[in-house]
Structures are given as structure tokens and as C-alpha cells.
């Protein structure tokens, strides 16, 4: 089959692989809409996971199941399925600690395109799919599922990480899809002043149409600064870092209350230090909690998220600026996004 591949840091290239096998559990999925993700550009061009080497890139997609193992009891082949980015192994230990998304080690519940081929290939494997894939309700667009692969959960894990409540301040650092995501979801929590800070003209209208009562952007000023004067020095209950680098976590610590939370979902691409402000942080004894994690995947998180869409309490739709046609164009696809051209939000490749 052929797959477009990380051939090593910052090479990618068209490679033919053989067809991946089908265990028992599990079941082999024909892409039929697939999204490139800014993961994609860390682990390619700032080898933010380390070497990688033939390794077909991906992990965000709708498909169809051609193949089943012999103890696959749910799914079928012909189903139409939402492929969740994270698909962890359900009997580890970890998963029955609370933490299937670190399935078998740190983060290990991500496998397509870190342990595996990932789902830019003509068919891609799913380990234990009854337990990973969601068959697609009727009347969902494949092009608005495919954002709830990766950009709806991991967005809404950082409103879960941060704790968000009703009538909270929340502060989102990064309004890309997954800061949009986070923005519809603490709304949808019941935030009450709910700031987004970014720059894009785009992404500023969809943040307030998902529910932003105040912008702050960045290029306009210290962003510390400007919550500062907007919580009259008091700060924000809650803040979910989506966006920045290592140095974005001073800022998150600086503006949240004590006694408030940082969640972070953010992906960290390179840097070696996370830094904390030690008289911001309350000299280590602010009660400001910090809190960072991979978003879970797993079938109940895809059924429930799609039912937002069909109830109309989501629509991913916004979130799609561009769109492909055809399974070559995979590549220009992935080029977009690390290009990101200033009206660009999220990309999506319908094959």
C-alpha cells in the first residue's frame, strides 16, 4: 500500500509499506477523510518525539472498516468509524488506574504515528476496536467528525483539566482548533468572562462565536498585563494553555488566582525547561495548580462527542477553512498546516 511518511527529521516523503495485519481484536480501516495536525509539523520538523524513520504520518481521521478480527463482537466491516487519535490498550494497568491515554508507558496510549503507522496510508490498523472506534451516527458530516478525532477532545480534556465550573473566569492561551475547542467547551461548562488570547482575524471571530467574551491579543501587548487590567488585578479562576512554548506556562502562573488551575494540553515541541515563576507560583505555596495531560481516547468518548453534533450543541464545521479532494493531495495538506498561511485553521483531505 502506499502512505505518505516521516522519512527522518524534517524529510517526508510517498512510500510503499505492506498492508498491516489484523489481530484478533482488532480491525484494519480504509481512511475516508483524514486532518493533518501541528503534532504532525513538531514531530517531522523539530523531532519533538525523537528519530523516526519510514513511519506514515497521522492521527486524525474518519474511515471505513474493510477488515475485523475474529473476536471483534461491535464493529463490522462496512461500518463507517471515528478514528480517536489516542487509542489506548483497555486491559493495562494504567487504564484501570484511571490513565488509558499512558497505556503501557508515558503517553503510549498515542500510537499512530509514534509506535505505528499512522492513518495518511491507503489502510491503517486499529488495535482492540471495539473498545477505540465509534461507528459515525447518520447525518454527520465526515469532514465536521474527523475534527472530533483530536481537536474536540483534546480542547475539552483541558477544560476538564482545569476544572472549569459554572460562573468561572477562564483564560484560553492559544485560540488554533484545539484553543477553539477549549473555548466552546468552557462555555459549554457554564465559564462566565471567558478571554481568548490570540492574533489571527479568523480565529478571533470563531472564538467569540463559540462563546469568548474578551480578546486578548498578544501582539498588542503583554498578555499578563491585559488580564491583569481586565480582573482589575485579581486574575482568572481557571486557565487552559493551548498554545506557546515553554515559556508560556510564567504567563498561565502569573494570571490565575490562588487556588486556581492551569490545564494544559498544549504540545511542547521542543525546549527543555518548563518554567515557574517563583513569586508568581507564591513562592511555591499559592495553591496554583498545574495540570497537563494527553486527551483520552477510547468509543464512549467518540459516541458522546458526536452526540454534540447531532444535538447541535457543537459544530466542528467552523473549525474547517480548507478542504481537499483526493488522496494525493494528502501532501499539500500537511504543507499547509506547517506553512500555517494566516487564514488557515484546520485543513481536511476528504478521500
Not at 517531522?44 to 518525539?49: D, H, Q, Y
Not at 474511515?63 to 462496512?78: A, F, N, Q, T, W
Not at 496510549?109 to 490498523?125: I, L, P, Q, R, T
Request: glycine share 14%; aromatic share 6%.
Amino acid at each position: 500500500m502506499k502512505g505518505f511518511a516521516m522519512l527522518g527529521i524534517g524529510k517526508t516523503g510517498w512510500i510503499e509499506k505492506e498492508r498491516p495485519l489484523c489481530g484478533p481484536l482488532d480491525a484494519i480501516v480504509r481512511p475516508l477523510a483524514i486532518s493533518p495536525c501541528t503534532s504532525d509539523i513538531h514531530t517531522v520538523w523539530e523531532g519533538a518525539i525523537g528519530e523516526r524513520h519510514n513511519m506514515i504520518l497521522g492521527h486524525e481521521a474518519v474511515g471505513e472498516v474493510v477488515e475485523i478480527g475474529s473476536l471483534v463482537k461491535d464493529i463490522k466491516v462496512g461500518d463507517k468509524v471515528i478514528v480517536p487519535a489516542i487509542t489506548p490498550d483497555w486491559g493495562s494497568l494504567e487504564a484501570q488506574a484511571g490513565y488509558s491515554m499512558h497505556s503501557g508507558g508515558m503517553l503510549a496510549g498515542w500510537k499512530f504515528s509514534n509506535f505505528k503507522d499512522g492513518v495518511f496510508g491507503e489502510y491503517f490498523h486499529v488495535n482492540e476496536a471495539d473498545a477505540n472506534l465509534a461507528v459515525l451516527p447518520e447525518g454527520i458530516d465526515i469532514a465536521d467528525a474527523v475534527m472530533l478525532s483530536d481537536m474536540v477532545p483534546t480542547g475539552f480534556h483541558g477544560v476538564e483539566l482545569a476544572d472549569v465550573q459554572f460562573g468561572d473566569s477562564v483564560c484560553v492561551i492559544g485560540i488554533g482548533p484545539v484553543g477553539l475547542m477549549a473555548v466552546a467547551g468552557a462555555a459549554l461548562r457554564g465559564a462566565s468572562d471567558l478571554y481568548a488570547v490570540g492574533s489571527r482575524p479568523n480565529c478571533i471571530e470563531i472564538a467569540k462565536e463559540y462563546g469568548a467574551t474578551d480578546i486578548i491579543n498578544y501582539r498588542e501587548g503583554d498578555i499578563v498585563e491585559q488580564i491583569m487590567s481586565k480582573t482589575h488585578g485579581k486574575g482568572v479562576d481557571k486557565v487552559i494553555v493551548a498554545g506557546g512554548d515553554v515559556d508560556t506556562m510564567a504567563q498561565a502562573i502569573s494570571i490565575v488566582k490562588p487556588g486556581g488551575i492551569i490545564g494544559n494540553v498544549n504540545y511542547l515541541g521542543s525546549g527543555e525547561y518548563v518554567k515557574i515563576p517563583r513569586v508568581e507560583w507564591g513562592c511555591g505555596m499559592g495553591h496554583k495548580t498545574i495540570s497537563g495531560g494527553l486527551m483520552p481516547g477510547g468509543r464512549l468518548r467518540m459516541e458522546k462527542l458526536a452526540k454534540l453534533l447531532q444535538t447541535n450543541r457543537l459544530d466542528t464545521s467552523k473549525l474547517i477553512t480548507h478542504r481537499f479532494y483526493g488522496f494525493d493531495k494528502i501532501e499539500d495538506a500537511l504543507m499547509l498546516m506547517k506553512d500555517k498561511p494566516k487564514d488557515l485553521i484546520k485543513p481536511v483531505v476528504i478521500l
